[in-house]
């Protein structure tokens, strides 16, 4: 399969002139690096190539440093026979030379298009050409709601992402999508303040922000009279391959959930404080709403796991445990409120936390964002002290599954789930925080090969963003970039990526001896493998963020 490949792979987008240049080799022998004007200006002899298990390559990762801006080849000089000891004199040929550009500033038009990505999936509002481009299309989902349970309520709720390749809206996925966006902003503002083009632009409000805005509004009306919230605003089965505009069924207000409650009511504690700072009425709106979320899980101990009512088929997002839900919960409002109340609910939860989970499932990590790098010591000893000690603890575990794989990617082989590049992205996320917690850089490189992994430093040669790098996906499983009648899929949405835990029948046969890393089809059928989520894209809009602040001089 991969002998049609290049046996180098690189970030596909380019690399920064400030941070080290990674690339995987699947042949052996030395490595050239020329620059422009075909002058070697360095060889590289890496460690014979080693058999990496997820992938079942052989193949080595080879630290070629820093780098000034400038256009490089990379050539393998040797070939593969030589990792058994033969030599062979292969002159560059295309799958042993490719070409390495690096600028001071590669990745801000990549977490920017990521960012946009979002606009995109807004829902309720036209996709206007001097926003979208070419990839305009009417309102969509603008019909009033009724309740699934009780059909004499109806409510008109417009507006939220769609969630992934589907028109559902979410409200836990949705929470965490914009938790991820609003800590990136908290963390590293530098690497994501750039206007988008999007409606609201020269708002005075940086653009990550308002297009955060667009689902937590959204998320504001799923919220039922007495605090909790709807679970989901979808149909009772997928739509078929139609543009949003043309999906005109019944949408319902599914029933409410101890998740989308907690999540909802964390992400809004959590926008509280970000836009208190522009816009009062909206904080204290978001207040109101926090508030009465946390009333009603007080009132509502018993947890009742979400499952999909009978007759209804769309994304189930059941998770078995709320309490990392109420974790992250109590961690925001303690920081908003300054209740100690909140900060004995989180000290009660924090034993059973991984800490190091950033998805709609276990969303710890969120509240462990919180505790270290908001309330710091307010946190007290278990929260703070105790927490940071496990986290830093877990984060070098991280470290040493990335030291395992040949490619660098921080998943073991056994776990590559549906969405594999969100654990991939969360994992960067937690080497990414264990250098901030420490100043201790050495995690740091390893943080970098997630976000290279992403665009293009993997056992496929594929970059999983649409709309950039040399071999970007083009067939995701997402309504509109199929239904579009346009070759190219949306920009700037990321693929869930390979999968061999959880498959659709026909794909498992196409795939059928396909290792995990390439247990992956980029053909629109393969929800499987190839849909986005603005979930996945929230992770990597948060790395991305990071190194392109890494990169702004000053
Ligand atoms: O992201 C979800 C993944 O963790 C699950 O394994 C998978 C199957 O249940 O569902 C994924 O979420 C999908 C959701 O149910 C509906 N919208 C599309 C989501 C991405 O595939
Ligand atoms: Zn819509």
Redesign the pocket.
Known sequence: MNDTLSKIRINQTGYASSLPVQVAVLAAGPLNLSDSDGKVIKTVTPEPLAFDEASGDDVRLVDLGILPEGEYTLTCTGDTASATGETADTAASPDTTRTIRVTADPWQAITNLLIKGLYFQRCGCELEAKYAGKFVHPACHTAPALGWEDRSVQKTIIGGWH????F?KYVGPGAVTVAHMLYAHILFAKGCSDELNIPESGNGVPDILNEARYELEWILKMQREDGAFYHKLTKDHFANFIMPEDDHEQEYLMPVSHTATAAACACLALAYRVYKEYDADFASKILDATLAASKWLEANPEFIPFVNPDGVRT???GDPSGDDELFWAACELFASTGDPMYRAQAEKLYPTQSLTDFG?ENVSGLGTICALFVLKEKAGDTLYTELKDAFLQKCKAIGEISDASGYGTALPADEY???SILPIMANSMCMILYGLLTGDETLLPKALIQWDYALGLNALDICFVTGCGERPIMNPHHRPSEADGIEDPIPGLIS?GPNNK?NFPHIKEQLAGAPAAKHFLDVMPS?DTN?I?IYWNSPAIFVGAYFSSLCKKG
């Open positions: 969630d992934a390749g589907d559902g994304g189930e997002y709609w789930v549906w969405g869930g959880n929800a849909e989520a």
